[in-house]
């Protein structure tokens, strides 16, 4: 096994690791969703499919796929069965790359989560309560979750387009140590 083959098994494995995550959430979105039932049977759809399939594809196409991360960081040149003599700089690039992806995916999942939810609840207690305000148990809740889940998806694209400055910037730190 070259480098590029275990960059692309770590692209694979992480692909594998997120749609087996996206599958292991789905219960709890199908458990949330359910009180959206009565009220919005396309939000229950919506709750229920959008928050997994959106991780599951990004994974399937980590998985299937992995040649598109791997090469990002690696040397074009070379036999591809010696290491680069920068090879842990290179795979700490591509780890970073894959947590960002990973973040990302969450990030998006729980974004659709929140907004086709927050929009239910908004029509429902409009229903129910023409005229009031939203109180604000339920309006801190729903807008924290979509802050969070904001930051979160922040934090991903941060990760995946410039993991070479935060690769740097580790690398300044441990060098500091020294």
Do not use: C
Not at 27 to 49: C, D, E, M
Not at 125 to 147: C, D, R, T
């Amino acid at each position: 096994m070259n480098f590029h083959d275990l960059s692309r098994l770590i692209v694979r494995l992480s692909g594998a690791f997120i749609m087996t995550t996206a599958l292991a959430w789905w219960p709890s979105y199908i458990q949330a969703a359910l009180g959206l039932l009565p009220h919005a049977p396309l939000a229950f759809v919506g709750n229920a499919l959008l928050p997994v399939a959106l991780p599951l594809l990004i994974g399937l196409g980590l998985f299937l796929f992995p040649s598109v991360i791997s090469q990002r960081g690696l040397p074009a040149a070379g036999d591809g069965q010696s290491l680069p003599p920068n090879w842990p700089a290179i795979l700490e690039r591509i780890l970073l790359g894959l947590l960002g992806i990973y973040l990302l995916s969450r990030a998006m999942s729980d974004l659709v989560f929140g907004l086709i939810k927050r929009g239910a609840i908004l029509n429902y207690f409009a229903e129910q309560a023409p005229g009031l305000p939203l109180p604000i148990e339920m309006a801190s809740e729903l807008y924290g979750n979509l802050v969070a889940s904001a930051v979160e998806l922040l934090v991903g694209l941060a990760l995946i387009l410039g993991a070479g400055g935060l690769q740097r910037v580790l690398a300044r730190v441990r060098s500091s140590g020294h």
